[in-house]
């Protein structure tokens, strides 16, 4: 008799991160044991916890383990107590080895679930912008593969009489096999002018469409080589596309774009030109960490009250000061009804308001070190105390312009920002030299240099100069040049919001220009 194991059967839909059920999400979160094939994306990786088996099936015989053999492993490990989950591209019960994984289970009385995913073949017409039907232009739909089970003719199949009929025909097939479908169905008397599309990865920021007419319809050389899946929509729906389409038409469509940010920081930076239509790649070359010793922020906090001014230069600034105002039992009151908080940018400012419910006295029109400078040029500053949390690697340029202004500035380091060490650096110099990236994005001095020093100077010299490099402003675009990197994109307002319209305009003017 088995323990309280349990298998979770789990479509993971298009592999798109923002498109997976919670559902999905949540079970793998939790997963002891993943089997996986080895194509899960790097996101979907991000999931799963540290602790976890990690299973690779090899459906072609490659690396891992046969398809055979998932049903045994399901069983024993899951006999073991453990919660499994086997996870599927698209839907579960879409698989045939996931029918037969799920037969496996009850015999064995194995209790498992099944998670529902998006279908390829059937995401694929919405991110197309083709309806399944509309407005009587369809009179239902039909999904099929091609070629057809069991080596069956398309051209005798029920298939041609639906199309016939005014029926939308959907095929999940492969770009070189799209010239012999549409001949089998022309055979089997669907009209050769039929309108037809041809929808390579559906979904993903490489999205592609051909519209056609069934027989017109381009070879494998044309639609794509090599060969790839896609899927092929037959009729009159796929006129739709003109009045319907969204996708293709994001101002960052088809674009690879690097981030060095630090992974946690990255997410919002990522989803903002996701939306826009972007591929990221996240890439961190910085870590942020605390301090080893806490002895000169402590003392700062203690006197707090006794500070005219204080000023933040980071979110990470504004963090790390929080947690340890709080860990020493204070909080905001600390500061004193006479302190004047600055925040050197709107992000900065949220972090306050977020972290220690605090609104700040202002904003610089600028979001760097310089902007603060023309804030206080008008303020006395002889005599007065000015508090700066930052990192321990920083700029000079505040507290000492500021010490010429008459101020008494404690600059107290908050965090460390490192070299980050787990990124895979041999994966970066691949996508780069394969001239998978189009742009490399930096929001700090801090990572362009730690960009360079992973990379290697000789290689950053020899390979970036076919990839656009975007600031987020003057003080990280001054250090790009530095190191032999020229920004091609920097950003008016020192902003993640900032840097994605540079890039968008960065784009759009260049298509402009071809």
């Given amino acids: 008799m088995y323990e309280t194991g349990v298998v979770y059967l789990v479509g993971s839909g298009t592999g798109n991160l923002d498109l997976i059920t919670c559902r999905c999400k949540e079970v793998l979160e939790r997963a002891e044991v993943l089997v996986f094939e080895s194509s899960l994306s790097y996101e979907m990786k991000e999931l799963i916890p540290v602790s976890c088996e990690r299973v690779v099936v090899s459906p072609d015989g490659g690396v891992g383990i046969g398809i055979r053999s998932v049903s045994r492993i399901l069983i024993d490990r899951a006999?073991?107590?453990?919660?499994?989950?086997?996870?599927?591209?698209?839907?579960p019960y879409h698989f045939e080895s996931c029918v037969e994984e799920a037969?496996?289970?009850t015999r064995e009385g194995i209790p498992f679930e099944v998670v529902p995913g998006l279908m390829e073949g059937l995401s694929a017409l919405t991110f197309a912008g083709i309806p399944f039907h509309s407005g009587g232009s369809a009179n239902g739909f039909s999904v099929a593969e091609y070629p057809l089970a069991g080596g069956r003719s398309l051209k005798c199949s029920a298939y041609c009489a639906l199309a016939i009929e005014r029926n939308t025909l959907i095929f999940q097939t492969r770009s070189d096999l799209v010239v012999e479908l549409s001949t089998e169905l022309i055979a089997g008397g669907v009209a050769g002018t039929t309108p037809v599309a041809v929808i390579e990865e559906g979904g993903s920021p490489s999205q592609r469409v051909i519209e056609s007419i069934l027989e017109s319809i381009p070879n494998s050389e044309v639609v794509n080589p090599p060969p790839t899946s896609c899927v092929m929509v037959v009729g009159?729906?796929?006129?739709?596309?003109?009045?319907l389409s969204w996708f293709e038409g994001r101002p960052l469509h088809g674009r690879r774009i690097l981030i060095s940010r630090p992974r946690a920081q990255a997410d919002k930076f990522s989803r903002l030109l996701k939306e826009l239509g972007a591929e990221t790649l996240i890439a961190p070359t910085i870590h942020i960490a605390p301090l080893d010793e806490w002895g000169a922020l402590d003392a700062a906090i203690l006197e707090l009250d006794a500070y005219a001014w204080v000023i933040f230069t980071s979110v990470n600034g504004v963090r790390f000061f929080a947690d340890r105002l709080l860990e020493l039992e204070h909080d905001a009151r600390s500061f004193?009804?006479?302190?004047?908080?600055?925040a050197i940018g709107p992000a900065t400012a949220r972090a306050l308001e977020d972290n220690l419910h605090l609104k700040v006295d202002g904003v610089p029109d600028r979001y760097v070190a310089e902007g603060i400078l023309d804030m206080l040029a008008i303020e006395n500053l002889k005599g007065k105390r000015i508090l700066v949390p930052r990192a321990l690697e920083a700029r000079a340029v505040l507290p000492e312009k500021l010490r010429k202004m008459g101020a008494e500035v404690d600059v107290v380091p908050v965090y460390r920002t490192l070299m980050a060490e787990d990124t895979d650096v041999e994966w970066i110099r691949s996508e780069i030299s394969e001239d998978q990236v189009e742009m490399v994005t930096f929001t700090s001095s801090s990572m362009v240099q730690n960009f360079v020093e992973m990379l290697g100077e000789e290689f950053v010299g020899k390979r970036m100069k076919r990839v656009a490099v975007a600031s987020i402003g003057p003080i990280t675009s001054a250090k790009a040049r530095e190191l032999g990197l020229e920004p091609q994109v920097e950003a008016e307002v020192s902003t993640i919001p900032g840097l994605a319209r540079a890039i968008v305009d960065f784009y759009r003017f260049s298509l402009a220009g071809d």
């Fill in 79 to 91: 006999g073991e107590g453990k919660a499994v989950v086997r996870l599927f591209g698209g839907d």
């Fill in 103 to 105: 037969k496996a289970l």
């Fill in 236 to 243: 009159e729906v796929s006129r739709l596309r003109m009045e």
């Fill in 336 to 342: 004193g009804k006479g302190a004047n908080i600055l």
